[in-house]
């Protein structure tokens, strides 16, 4: 019996070490996918316990290799850059059905925080995601349409390559605005963790 005592005191100051650091005990567990793009690399942190149909998509597209040699093709500084959808030739690359949309789950579209891009149609989001540069509480459920757009994990590192990103000149391409002018790659996704 003093065994079990020795594991429920180690168990029990785990999780409190956790909860004073502000996470959870199930973040040690949280997917981690690296972006290997032509202006550096980059990790995002996943979390299926608020979004999971967004992860388990995300997930899906970076385990078929979607992602890999698509471009950054949509980057305004001081809001967000988008990708994961169009070649550098600006191509929209082929996706899976739309999922539902999952805003509202207690994430917010913070500075370094991962989002699904949509459009109008709530539940149109696919293989576009954007990375925020800036808080965007305007993209919060349920603004700005009602719905709001879905964060599901954000940007454990690598957050000055985005920071980077974002203040590349753009122009307009393929009846496209806001088109870096020099391509930004994204050479692999990768699950790391």
């Known amino acids: 019996m003093k065994s079990l005592s020795a594991v429920s005191r ?7 070490a956790c ?13 981690r996918v690296k972006f290997a793009t032509t202006a550096g690399d980059f990790v995002v942190e996943v979390n299926p316990d608020k979004a999971p149909r967004t992860v388990e998509n995300f997930l899906q597209y970076v385990k078929d290799k979607h992602y890999d040699g698509t471009i950054f093709h949509r980057v305004i500084d001081n809001f967000m ?10 191509q929209q690359k082929a996706t899976r059905a739309p999922i539902p949309l999952e805003a509202g789950n207690g994430l917010k579209n913070e500075v370094g925080t991962i989002a699904m891009a949509r459009t ?23 603004s ?10 954000k940007v454990v590192s690598g ?4 920071n980077k990103m ?24 990768t699950l790391v963790k």
């Open 10 to 16: 180690r168990a029990a100051c785990a999780l409190l």
């Open 19 to 31: 909860a004073l650091a502000g996470g959870s005990a199930l973040a040690a567990d949280a997917p």
């Open 81 to 90: 850059v988008q990708g994961g959808g169009f070649a550098s030739d600006m």
């Open 120 to 142: 109008a149609d709530p539940g149109s989001a696919t293989a576009q995601f954007f990375i925020n540069v800036r808080d965007n509480t305007m993209l919060d459920a349920p």
């Open 144 to 153: 700005p349409d009602g719905h709001g757009y879905a964060v599901f994990g």
């Open 159 to 162: 957050m000055d390559v985005i």
């Open 166 to 189: 974002k203040g590349l000149p753009t122009g307009t391409k393929g009846g496209y605005r806001d088109v870096p002018v020099t391509p930004i790659v994204i050479t692999s996704a």
